[in-house]
């Protein structure tokens, strides 16, 4: 069984620019979440998807950052425009429910703001 | 905000003894509770799960629940080198969010 995919692994842009960062869930998973993992911090929940709806964004950024999951499998999260405190790894991770399921974490893309 | 506190370390043991890892949490209503690992530059991978009260064990790892004390830890019984790593606390809540602690950085010295 194939985990979760994430791209790119390593990103490196100058503040004020946008980027996008892209998960392709374990097939059949209907949860995907974001998190945002800061050097030497816990990973944040940003955005939980179930299928193809928000079930939870109150940590989501909204000013700069945006989510999406069209056809309930891939999503991408966005920032625009990117400061300097975003720098961190991005997990995506997925679950087969929206219950207490094991997240399965994909390898994460570390973004570096200059 | 719902927390999870953990000890940020560096703990460090001998090769061979027992690792104690701690967390406590703020949200009484939680009702499952995760211990992950993370090797430096690595994503999360589960490994340990716990919902009630008292001791689960898994090979060399014992997780222990007490709900009164709003308390979860991890004991890793013959500890090796390469059970170096950070060892995150997660809770998942009545809200269904997973919050995670900001682990704690465990070093086993050969």
């Known amino acids: 069984e194939a985990g979760v995919a994430q791209s790119p692994r390593y990103k490196i842009i100058e503040k004020r620019q946008s980027v996008a960062f892209w998960c392709n869930p374990i097939?059949?998973?209907?949860?995907l979440y974001w998190y945002q993992q800061i050097l030497g911090q816990g990973p944040k929940l940003l955005i939980q998807f179930q299928n193809n709806g928000v079930v939870d964004d109150s940590q989501l950024p909204k000013d700069r950052f945006s989510a999406e999951r069209l056809k309930g499998v891939d999503s991408t999260l966005k920032i625009q425009p990117a400061k300097l405190e975003d720098s961190a790894v991005y997990l995506c991770?997925?679950?087969?429910?929206?219950?207490?399921?094991?997240?399965?974490f994909g390898p994460g893309t570390r973004l570096t703001v200059l | 905000q719902k927390e999870v506190e953990q000890n940020s370390g560096p703990l460090s043991v001998p090769e061979g003894a027992i690792a104690s890892l701690n967390c406590t949490y703020s949200?009484?209503?939680?009702?499952?509770f995760f211990w992950y690992r993370q090797y430096s530059g690595k994503s999360p991978e589960l490994i340990m799960s716990i919902y009630s009260n008292g001791d689960k064990e898994d090979g060399r790892f014992t997780a222990q629940l007490n709900k009164a004390s709003q308390y979860v830890s991890l004991l890793i019984r013959d500890s090796q080198p390469s059970d170096s790593a950070t060892y995150l606390c997660?809770?998942?809540?009545?809200?269904?969010?997973?919050?995670f602690g900001g682990g704690t950085r465990l070093m086993v010295k050969p």
């Open positions: 097939s059949g998973h209907a949860t």
């Open positions: 997660a809770v998942h809540n009545a809200g269904n969010m997973l919050t």
């Open positions: 949200d009484r209503v939680s009702q499952s």
């Open positions: 991770a997925s679950s087969p429910t929206s219950g207490v399921d094991t997240q399965y």
